[in-house]
């Protein structure tokens, strides 16, 4: 019966769960892993995952999710790159009965085109980046420069708000520029540089935050190559926890971060199967965890852990 199934249905069993996932591209660190994580877990649960790289483009995405639609995959996975412009494509998958899971990313659209966002809270990120700040630099001025995350994208929108309403009250604290670095490491560092030659060198900076890790570490190096100290003359707050800001960390160069897990695959699987077999409804939402390390979380060990997570 096995030899006749597979003559029947291909190389795949009858059983076999097709998902397609539109991932945004590399960008970051923290990315590569969440693409690593999905397709370990894909793996893991017998699923054929079919995977589509839109190197930052949402034209790109929105082809993908076309193909998966015509192929007629069971779901749809997708890390959409900005918030708006997703209605038409969703509509499609939506009559052709596909369920879509949003990952990592909220949009702008209607509800019910969607199953569930498996995201964190990106505006809670912000507070939380933010109120380290409050707490940790004291009541004398502090100019901040901001890194922001790709334009027109939920976590650079969310985590600006939080950020901002963490400072809110305490007018010693004050953005002075703010810009967006595309989460890219090498676009940090440029961006970054034009803040230090901008603001006297970089003197009149007290902390440098950037919507991820990896905007932070090029930050890093541009405060390095500008002759400060990162960590201490301008302190370093930025989100994500990935290893390479551990390592930062333990060298006393960044000061505190907001972990994001890589496995929003995991809980997105977990809803989907259950939604096709018993056509089981989850929640709109599914949230993960949002949890601040400092220097004092034993960085170098952290490192270690976090490496084996499809980092
Ligand atoms: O923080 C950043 C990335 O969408 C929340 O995208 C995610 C962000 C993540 O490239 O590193």
């Known amino acids: 019966a096995t030899i006749l199934a597979?003559?029947?249905?291909g190389s795949a069993s009858a059983a076999e769960l097709v998902v397609g996932f539109s991932q945004i591209?590399?960008?970051?660190?923290?990315?590569?892993a969440e693409t690593t994580v999905t397709k370990q877990e894909a793996e893991k649960r017998g699923v054929d995952l079919k995977f589509s790289d839109a190197q930052q483009?949402?034209?790109?995405?929105?082809?993908?999710?076309?193909?998966?639609?015509?192929?007629?995959?069971?779901?749809?996975f997708l890390a959409p790159v900005v918030e708006t412009g997703w209605d038409d494509v969703l509509k499609e998958a939506k009559e052709a009965e596909i369920p879509v899971i949003l990952l990592d990313r909220t949009i702008?659209?209607?509800e019910d085109l969607y199953l569930t966002a498996v995201t964190s809270d990106q505006i809670h990120e912000g507070?939380?980046?933010g109120d380290w700040l409050v707490?940790?630099?004291?009541?004398?001025?502090?100019?901040?420069?901001?890194?922001?995350?790709?334009?027109?994208?939920?976590?650079?929108?969310?985590r600006k708000k939080g950020f901002e309403e963490a400072l809110a009250g305490h007018d010693n604290f004050k953005i002075v520029r703010s810009q967006t670095g595309d989460f890219t490491r090498a676009k940090g560092k440029e961006v970054m540089e034009s803040f230090l030659k901008a603001e006297n060198g970089g003197k009149d900076i007290c902390a440098l935050y950037a919507h991820n890790d990896d905007m932070a570490v090029g930050g890093i190096q541009a405060i390095k190559e500008a002759g400060l100290k990162p960590g201490k003359d301008i302190l370093v707050v930025s989100i994500d926890a990935v290893p390479d800001i551990f390592q930062a960390m333990a060298a006393g160069e960044a000061n505190a971060t907001v972990e994001l897990t890589p496995n929003m695959a995991g809980p997105a699987?977990?809803?989907?199967?259950?939604?096709?077999?018993?056509?089981?409804?989850?929640?709109?939402?599914?949230?993960?965890?949002?949890?601040?390390?400092?220097?004092?979380?034993?960085?170098?060990?952290?490192?270690?852990a976090k490496k084996g997570l499809g980092y």
């Open 57 to 76: 483009k949402q034209e790109n995405q929105i082809k993908a999710i076309r193909s998966f639609v015509a192929q007629g995959v069971n779901a749809i």
């Open 135 to 158: 707490k940790n630099a004291g009541d004398k001025k502090c100019n901040i420069v901001e890194l922001q995350g790709t334009t027109g994208s939920s976590p650079a929108i969310a």
């Open 269 to 304: 699987f977990d809803v989907l199967e259950a939604y096709l077999k018993d056509k089981k409804e989850p929640p709109k939402w599914i949230q993960t965890e949002s949890k601040l390390y400092t220097p004092a979380d034993d960085p170098m060990k952290v490192y270690e």
């Open 25 to 32: 591209g590399s960008e970051s660190g923290w990315r590569a």
């Open 108 to 110: 702008k659209a209607p």
């Open 6 to 9: 597979a003559c029947m249905f």
């Open 127 to 129: 507070k939380v980046a």
